[in-house]
C-alpha cells in the first residue's frame, strides 16, 4: 500500500458546480497536510495548509482532515473554468534534522467545463 | 508574486552535456531546498535535499555523481545533470520552506520548473 492514495481522475463538472477531492493515507506520523494546484508545465502552487482535524476555508477553498480516518478532502465551491488544473495533496512527516519531508499523492485532473 | 524562482524553464540539448539548473528564494533565506523530479501525469517524487554549507541529501536511487547539488549560497541552490542521456528527461522542480510558520514543519514553495529535453 503507497503511503499516500489519490484517485488520479480525471474529474470533469460543469462551471458552478461543487468540486470534491479526496486523498487517503497509511502513515500516523504525517502531521501537515497541504494541497496544491498544478497548472501544465508549471511547478505546484501552494492552495491549503493545516495540521489539525478539521475544516479550514480560504474563498472557495475548503480543506478538511480527519486524523482518525486519515482521509482529507479539498472541497472547490463555485468552481470556475480557471480552476482546471491537477490538485496534488501533501503531507509531511518530521524526517530529523529540524526537517519535514514531503509525500505527494498523484494528483487528481480538473476540468471545469464552462 | 514567485517566491522560488527556477532557470532556465526549459533546456533541449544533445546527449552527453552537462545541464546545470539554478534554484534562487527571491525574497527569504533558505537554507535547505529540495530538488523534485516529476514525470508526465506522475507525481513528484524528492530526489535530494540540498543543504546550505553541506553536502546535499540524496533519495535512495539517486545517483549523486549523476545529479550534483551545490548550495552556495542561502538563496542559491543548483542541480547539475552530468552527462546527459535520453532517459534523463523529465521535469526538474526545486522548492524551499516557506517563511511565516515556526520550526520546521513548514509548507514548500516551489519554482515553476525546468523541463529537460535531452536529445
Known amino acids: 500500500q503507497k503511503e499516500v492514495e489519490q484517485d488520479p481522475g480525471p474529474l470533469s463538472v460543469p462551471e458552478g458546480a461543487i468540486v470534491s477531492l479526496n486523498c487517503t493515507y497509511s502513515?500516523?506520523?504525517?502531521?501537515?497536510f497541504m494541497w496544491y494546484r498544478q497548472y501544465s508545465r508549471k511547478g505546484p502552487e501552494l492552495l491549503m495548509y493545516t495540521y489539525s482535524s478539521g475544516n479550514k476555508e480560504d474563498g472557495r477553498f475548503t480543506a478538511q482532515v480527519d486524523k482518525s480516518s486519515k482521509y482529507i478532502s479539498l472541497f472547490i465551491r463555485d468552481s470556475q473554468p480557471s480552476d482546471s488544473a491537477t490538485y496534488l495533496c501533501a503531507m509531511s512527516a518530521y524526517s530529523g534534522a529540524g526537517s519535514y519531508q514531503l509525500t505527494f499523492g498523484k494528483g487528481t485532473k480538473l476540468s471545469v467545463i464552462p | 508574486g514567485a517566491v522560488v524562482s527556477q532557470h532556465p524553464s526549459w533546456v533541449i540539448c544533445k546527449s552527453g552535456t552537462s545541464v546545470k539548473i539554478e534554484c534562487r528564494s527571491l525574497?527569504?533565506?533558505?537554507?535547505?531546498m529540495f530538488w523534485y523530479r516529476q514525470f508526465p501525469k506522475q507525481s513528484l517524487m524528492l530526489m535530494a535535499t540540498s543543504n546550505e554549507g553541506s553536502k546535499a541529501t540524496y533519495e535512495q536511487g539517486v545517483e549523486k555523481d549523476k545529479f550534483l547539488i551545490n548550495h552556495a549560497s542561502l538563496t542559491l541552490s543548483t542541480l547539475t545533470v552530468t552527462s546527459a542521456h535520453p532517459e534523463d528527461s523529465s521535469f526538474y522542480i526545486c522548492?524551499?520552506?516557506?517563511?511565516?510558520?515556526?520550526?520546521?514543519?513548514?509548507?514548500?514553495?516551489f519554482g515553476d520548473g525546468t523541463r529537460l529535453s535531452i536529445l
Open positions: 525574497d527569504f533565506q533558505a537554507t535547505t
Open positions: 522548492s524551499a520552506p516557506a517563511r511565516g510558520v515556526g520550526g520546521g514543519n513548514q509548507p514548500q514553495h
Open positions: 502513515n500516523s506520523a504525517f502531521q501537515y
